[in-house]
């Protein structure tokens, strides 16, 4: 299986920061990369699909990027409905394969 | 609207059986490929099962060893897990996702979740 690693597992930032959680991958995938947002208690929300696709209806203050097996999620500035928990997943080969997941929090 | 509505989670005793169901609504369920994705408590997401738009195809994680089977029935919209033998690493929310194509397994759709505990 595919390994999907994520960096930090936390941060502690403010609103209008800008972030950035990376996720690198044990081979190439690719541009099969997405990005998830998950709130306590909720379903996880597709943000970003190929690397770096937005979503419909997702806000354009997120982002996506790739070089290699590295895989960048951006946030450009942080609003108080961004902290949650991201994971990246690979969509190259089954089984699809998860992060562990960066959780945001309020600094 | 798209939505989806797992139901059927509980608590069940180790080698216990439970069977999970999705309905689906707001789209074309029979043109889907069709996911469960499962989250125990704490912990991150693990895809466990798919199948095709026409259910002939179906893929499980191999850490199952042939536990778990998925169904569906395109009549009725409905996505079903039979889940056999449970044990307490089971233990977990279910999701049932819709894949957004067949070309990649993005999941662009999910349900709420229903919970499955495994426990004496």
């Known amino acids: 299986d595919i390994q999907m690693t994520q960096s930090p597992s936390s941060l502690s930032a403010s609103v209008g920061d800008r972030v950035a959680i990376t996720c690198r991958a044990s081979?190439?995938?690719?541009?099969?990369l997405n990005w998830y947002q998950q709130k306590p208690g909720k379903a996880p929300k597709l943000l970003i699909y190929g690397a770096s696709n937005l979503q419909g209806g997702v806000p354009s203050r997120f982002s996506g990027s790739a070089s290699g097996t590295d895989f960048t999620l951006t946030i450009s500035s942080l609003q108080p409905e961004d902290f949650a928990t991201y994971y990246c997943q690979q969509s190259y080969i089954t089984p699809p394969t998860f992060g562990g997941g960066t959780k945001v929090e309020i600094k | 609207e798209v939505q989806l509505v797992e139901s059927g989670g509980g608590l069940v005793k180790p080698g216990g059986s439970l069977r999970l169901s999705c309905a689906a609504s707001g789209f074309i369920f029979s043109s889907y490929t069709m996911n469960w994705v499962r989250q125990a408590p704490g912990k991150g997401l693990e895809w466990v099962s798919s199948i095709s738009s026409n259910g002939v195809y179906k893929y499980y994680t191999d850490s199952l060893k042939g536990r778990f089977t998925i169904s569906r029935d395109n009549a009725k919209n409905s996505l079903f897990l039979q889940l056999d033998s449970l044990r307490a690493e089971d233990t977990a929310v279910y999701y049932c996702?819709?894949?957004?194509?067949?070309?990649?397994?993005?999941?662009?759709?999910w349900g709420q979740g229903t919970l499955v505990t495994v426990s004496s």
């Open positions: 996702a819709r894949q957004s194509n067949v070309a990649a397994t993005d999941f662009d759709c």
């Open positions: 081979q190439s995938i690719n541009t099969y």
